[in-house]
């Protein structure tokens, strides 16, 4: 991952990686009640328009329904300019003739902020018909900095646990001896243990990985001019050597197959054995 991107790759592992954790997401966000295990359908991200290609960073289908969220690290007065072309682009997709008429449906979308904290919980913009109508297009923002630790973790909002270390890029005086780094610590021994229970304990190894990894790569880029700090952050998510059931699986395997080998080996020789004794038995009778 390039540190320039490296909000926007995380964004777009765990859409690859693990896509069931936007479900608890989209159910704060949107007020839906969809279960962690619905189906979700990935979208292209690709969408040609007149003025040339635009690239999403997301487009779900989940139960007959469109969403589209956008990872933004910084505050941007033209994001909701972006927001309705790429949402204009995805309906283009979407049009349904219904009754003899074109009908357009715009997803369901939203922008992830990932640094400070607004006073707006939307962004809009009022869209002016050539009949002097207007039609106000509204799109909520999740800022991740509201959200504290336990609230991520009681929500299920794990999508958002990568993110949570962005909030101590500002403390200049961080290190590994004052109260700022006790408290980071505090937080992430509650996320290491709720990922321990929530994937080590259901078998899902991968995932338990995954996140570890992806929650170290965006510490590494947040404390990157801080070296102590990203040495003891990496010690405490990712020092920690775990024999895992993949690896316990992994050398019951290989000791299975051993055992096999020998077994075969044993039952090859053994053969050998009775059919020199029949060759044995069939010349002393010569």
């Known amino acids: 991952m390039e540190s320039s991107t490296i909000f926007d790759d995380v964004f777009r592992t765990m859409l690859e990686k693990m896509p069931q954790l936007a479900v608890p997401l989209i159910n704060e966000v949107f007020g839906t009640s969809y279960p962690e295990d619905v189906k979700i359908i990935q979208k292209r991200n690709e969408h040609q328009t007149q003025n040339g290609r635009i690239i999403t960073d997301s487009h779900l289908l989940i139960a007959n329904r469109i969403y589209h969220i956008e990872c933004q690290s910084t505050d941007d007065s033209t994001m909701v300019i972006r927001m309705i072309e790429y949402d204009f ?58 959200f504290t630790c336990d609230d991520m973790l009681q929500k299920h909002l794990l999508f958002l ?30 996320i290491e243990k709720y990922l321990e229970k929530n994937f080590l304990e259901k078998g899902n190894e991968k995932a ?39 690896d316990k699986l992994i050398q019951r395997g290989i000791e299975q197959g051993i055992a096999m080998e020998r077994k075969k080996t044993e039952a090859a020789e053994a053969e050998i054995q009775r059919l020199k004794k029949l060759l044995e038995e069939k010349n002393n009778k010569q």
């Open 208 to 246: 338990y990985r995954d996140m570890v990894e992806l929650i170290i790569r965006i510490a590494d880029y947040v404390f990157r001019d801080k070296e102590k700090v990203k040495k003891g952050f990496g010690d405490v998510m990712g020092g920690k050597v775990l024999e895992l059931e993949s």
């Open 89 to 146: 682009a995805i309906s283009l997709e979407q049009v349904q003739k219904e009754n003899g008429r074109y009908r357009m449906y715009f997803p369901q979308s939203c922008v992830l902020y990932l640094r400070g904290i607004k006073k707006r919980d939307t962004i809009s913009v009022e869209i002016v018909m050539p009949n002097g109508n207007t039609v106000e297009y509204t799109v909520p923002v999740v800022q991740v900095q509201r």
């Open 161 to 190: 646990l990568p993110y949570h270390v962005i909030k101590y890029e500002q403390e200049k005086e961080l290190d590994t001896d004052s109260e700022k780094w006790k408290e980071l610590l505090d937080e992430y021994a509650k």
